[in-house]
């Protein structure tokens, strides 16, 4: 079992940079694929990125491709959303979610353990 904290968020600029942290409970946070997914008002959540167990290999949404950097830092327990270049269609509640081994990276349902979410606001 995996208890997981989002915090970083707040209100930008567009063009402006955030950069959010979800912290993780538990000793085996290093065997758990970590990835971020938003939900804006009226919307499906949607995949933004997600990283391998060694952070070795991480996977990006077509939104936010060239813009976004996830990260991971196994000893701190913590993975990392770098968000440069914002837009005002980054607007949403961004969620952390972790699993041992999801079949799709991409895929909400594929992953069993969520954070409560941090509010991002990019304003025009």
């Known amino acids: 079992q995996v208890q997981l904290v989002e915090s970083g968020g707040g209100l930008v600029q567009a063009g402006g940079s955030l950069r959010l942290s979800c912290a993780a409970s538990?000793?085996?946070?290093?065997?758990?694929?970590m990835g971020w997914f938003r939900q804006a008002p009226g919307k499906e959540r949607e995949f933004v990125a997600a990283?391998?167990?060694?952070?070795?290999?991480?996977y990006y949404g077509d939104s936010v491709k060239g813009r976004f950097t996830i990260s991971r830092d196994n000893a701190k327990n913590t993975v990392y959303l770098q968000m440069n270049s914002l837009k005002p269609e980054d607007t949403a509640a961004y969620y952390c979610?972790?699993?041992?081994?999801?079949?799709?990276?991409?895929?909400?349902?594929?992953?069993?353990?969520w954070g409560q979410g941090t509010q991002v606001t990019v304003s025009s």
């Open positions: 538990g000793r085996t946070f290093s065997r758990y694929v």
């Open positions: 990283i391998s167990w060694s952070g070795s290999t991480t």
């Open positions: 979610a972790a699993d041992p081994t999801p079949p799709r990276y991409g895929v909400p349902h594929d992953y069993d353990y």
